[in-house]
């Protein structure tokens, strides 16, 4: 009777957890079943948990120019697809393609960042939202 109580408890503790793990890494606020593309220069470039940001102003409508935030995975999990906390230039001309933000703001998920020099730099989260 005690295993079963073990094994119980320790499926439902593993289950529970589950959900805190998805709900941290869900991509709820991206329309993952679309990508964008645009082009601009980079303003800031934060290496840092739990997640890097990317941030590149974009021109807009009447020459206004726009910043688009974009999320990329853990500086840990960043490293292994070739980045550091040094690959990022501010004011580097860049083109980034990423999964659009659900509510329209400028900025998305991460998926592949093309440089100025032609180097293309995938982004962690262009393998997940291939799945």
């Known amino acids: 009777m ?26 709820s606020a991206y329309d993952v079943s ?44 960043n490293n292994k697809f070739g980045w550091t906390r040094d690959t990022f230039t501010i004011g580097e001309k860049v083109k980034v393609t990423a999964a659009p933000m659900l509510d329209g703001t400028p900025g998305g998920a991460l998926m592949l960042v093309e440089m100025h020099d032609g180097r293309k730099l995938a982004g962690p989260l262009a393998t997940y939202l291939k799945k």
């Open 2 to 27: 005690r295993i079963i109580a073990a094994i119980s408890a320790l499926t439902i503790s593993m289950i529970a957890g589950e959900g805190t793990v998805y709900a941290h890494h869900s991509l």
């Open 34 to 77: 679309k990508t964008i593309t645009i082009e601009g220069t980079i303003k800031e470039y934060k290496w840092s948990a739990p997640h890097c940001w990317l941030v590149v102003m974009v021109g807009g409508a009447k020459g206004k120019i726009v910043p688009w935030t974009f999320e990329a995975g853990t500086p840990m999990v």
